[in-house]
């Protein structure tokens, strides 16, 4: 008897524990695009990145704070095939409002348009007007794109 009790009991505690349904996240900004999945990549520039066709590309850069051109930092990316495309650049502000110095966050949102495999370059742009020196300072990511 008491078998039979053990036993429907692990039953009805098996079946109460109920996995996690794992819900694609909203993106907060209405603006970005309407992917079916909204999942941000991170790309790395020592490796070939696999992204698929509904996911956005994302980069993390990094700008003083307080330096002389916190606020004319910009960003543009050149890609010859035309298979992905600079979407947002999103800033974020992790210090305290007191505190002199630290680092902005930048976060370079890029689209994937087509299938296909390419090598994009990055070009961090520090003055306003860019200038000749800033046409030296990229960095490269390759990228396959899959459906």
């Known amino acids: 008897m008491k078998k039979l009790i053990y036993s429907l009991l692990f039953i009805v505690?098996?079946?109460?524990?109920?996995?996690?349904?794992n819900n694609p996240v909203e993106p907060g900004n209405k603006d970005l695009p309407k992917n079916p999945v909204y999942q941000r990549v991170e790309l790395r520039s020592d490796t070939l990145n696999l992204v698929k066709l509904t996911d956005t590309m994302v980069i993390y850069e990094s700008v003083c704070r307080?330096?002389?051109y916190e606020n004319?930092?910009?960003?543009?990316?050149?890609?010859s095939l035309q298979l992905v495309e600079l979407y947002n650049i999103e800033t974020a502000?992790?210090?305290p409002p007191d505190v002199d110095g630290g680092s902005l966050q930048k976060y370079i949102?890029?689209?994937?348009?087509?299938?296909?495999?390419?090598t994009i370059k990055l070009y961090s742009f520090l003055e306003q007007p860019p200038t000749a020196e800033d046409s030296t300072r990229f960095t490269k990511y390759s990228i396959t794109i899959q459906n």
């Open 93 to 95: 502000d992790n210090n």
């Open 66 to 68: 307080g330096c002389e």
């Open 13 to 21: 505690l098996l079946s109460a524990c109920k996995e996690k349904k």
């Open 109 to 118: 949102l890029l689209v994937p348009k087509k299938t296909g495999t390419t």
């Open 72 to 79: 004319s930092a910009s960003f543009a990316i050149h890609d």
